[in-house]
């Protein structure tokens, strides 16, 4: 290192928000750290910010302004200088970083599938004709509705907890969670049934956590850089792409994967009328290196397959 490293005098701050997940998410990016430079737990300080997403519960991120609802105040303190990084759900995450700020590191990704949430069923067929489910992601709303347009969708905003609280209290029959925060938290009781991306295609980025830094910090920079794993950024880096060139807020709902085999990369991609009438699915491959390129290519191939209204309810 050619600068100096944190201590318990002058520990590194790591912004989070205050969820369960989110902390655990932090703690693993402290655990790393410490473990790749030798450092005791006293030279990093996470400091818990409260943003606007966690704030309002009652309405759907798209009504409230999307996915800056839950980084705005996180992003805002990193660029004051108030925390040094910060931690975050890479699903949640804007394709487009405020001036000053970069995503320079994530870890390795982890189970990227949807999982079926249920205490009384295995999976969607079990349900019964006009049963309520639960979720706030309008990708899986409108992937349900494809292949059950009986199924009545109600709002399920809150963190894990709260959503399974919901669950047990009788306001939906089913929910849905990714697989990865699952696992993170260890919730090893939960009533999860894991979906297959064939049957399911995620969320872009989902089971991925990046840490963001200031551009011109380079100590940060170097302290960040053993904890980086390279196939975890290749895969983003094509997903995001394929993101922006369509839509990078919460209102269009869109999946997509991206796999590494060998030196190449494999997308795939859908977008989705929101309620589930129409969706239109691609793939692209190439080399690794081509993977930002082949994001945006296979954007441009599904809007073109798009029939003209496709996008209309965006406005």
Known sequence: MTHALPSPDAPLKI????SPLALAQAHETRARLMAAHDLPEEAFEVIVIKTTGDRVQDRALREIGGKGLFTKEIEEALLSGGIDIAVHSMKDMPVEQPDGLALTTYLPREDVRDAFISPEFNGLADLPKGAVV???SLRRHAQLKQ????????????????RLRKLSEGVATCTFLAMAGINRLKMNDVPATPIDVNDMLPAVAQGAIGIEQRQD???VS?????IHDAPTGQRL???RAFLAELDGSCETPIAGLAE??????RLRGEIIRPDGSESISGEISGPIEDGVSLGRTLAKQLREQAPADFFDWQT
């Open 217 to 219: 910090d380079s100590a």
């Open 134 to 136: 639960g979720t706030s």
């Open 260 to 265: 590494l085999d060998g030196a190449n990369i």
């Open 222 to 226: 170097e302290l960040l850089q053993p």
């Open 237 to 239: 880096a094509a997903e």
């Open 147 to 162: 292949v059950r347009p009986d199924l009545e969708v109600v709002e399920f905003r809150g963190n894990v907890q709260t």
């Open 15 to 18: 912004g989070t928000r205050g």
